[in-house]
């Protein structure tokens, strides 16, 4: 009877050690899955901030990636501040991955019973004229899982926001 108890202990024993890499590695996963989703609700904050930074602005010329106003939105996005005084936000996001999108309503489309916004706001030949709407969107921004013997590549996040344009 002695016998039988301590070949019991031994099999639970031999079961939890065949777990414990098993819960380590779902514990791992779940970690990582945590800091890519608050990764990618940052950078739609981020997004967001320069987006309803600048559709609440007067005068911006979204066709110069120079614009005063442009640069300081982006700065507005990444640090809290239009002067770049305090540190960005999201480590490794720079302000060349930040693309700022002006866009207007397709009137033809419009027509014919589709609502499309594909004709920016720097596109002249349609009109040209303020916007009706700002897409910001983040490209370039990679994050690469850490999982212990699981070799996976760098995941690619490109959150995209879009707000009505008020400014005039």
Same mark, same amino acid.
């Given at each position: +009877?002695?016998?039988?108890?301590?070949?019991?202990?031994? /099999?639970? #024993?031999?079961?939890?050690? +065949?777990?414990?890499?098993?819960?380590?590695?779902?514990?791992?996963?779940?970690?990582?899955?945590?800091?890519?989703?608050?990764?990618? %609700?940052?950078? *739609?904050?981020?997004?967001?901030?320069?987006?309803?930074?600048?559709?609440?602005?007067?005068?911006?010329?979204?066709?110069?990636?120079? !614009?005063?106003? %442009?640069?300081?939105?982006?700065?507005?996005?990444?640090? $809290?501040?239009?002067?770049?005084?305090?540190? %960005?936000?999201?480590? $490794?996001?720079?302000?060349?991955?930040?693309? #700022? #999108?002006?866009?207007?309503?397709?009137?033809?489309?419009?027509?014919? $019973?589709?609502? /499309?916004?594909?004709?920016?706001?720097?596109?002249?030949?349609?009109?040209? $004229?303020?916007? !009706?709407y700002i897409s910001v969107s983040i490209n370039g921004y990679t994050l690469q899982p850490r999982i212990p013997f699981l070799p996976i590549?760098?995941?690619?996040? *490109?959150?995209?926001?879009?707000?009505?344009?008020?400014?005039?």
């Amino acid at each position: +009877m002695s016998r039988n108890r301590h070949a019991r202990r031994g /099999s639970m #024993i031999l079961e939890t050690v +065949m777990l414990i890499p098993i819960i380590v590695l779902l514990l791992v996963g779940m970690t990582q899955i945590a800091k890519f989703t608050y990764t990618y %609700v940052e950078l *739609r904050k981020v997004a967001n901030s320069v987006a309803s930074y600048l559709a609440t602005q007067q005068g911006v010329d979204f066709c110069n990636a120079a !614009d005063p106003t %442009v640069a300081a939105a982006i700065s507005f996005g990444l640090t $809290g501040t239009t002067d770049n005084s305090q540190p %960005v936000f999201v480590t $490794g996001l720079t302000p060349d991955m930040i693309l #700022i #999108i002006p866009e207007r309503y397709d009137k033809v489309a419009q027509v014919s $019973g589709v609502c /499309s916004c594909a004709i920016t706001g720097c596109d002249v030949a349609n009109g040209g $004229g303020e916007p !009706d709407y700002i897409s910001v969107s983040i490209n370039g921004y990679t994050l690469q899982p850490r999982i212990p013997f699981l070799p996976i590549d760098a995941i690619p996040l *490109r959150p995209q926001v879009k707000v009505h344009f008020g400014g005039v």
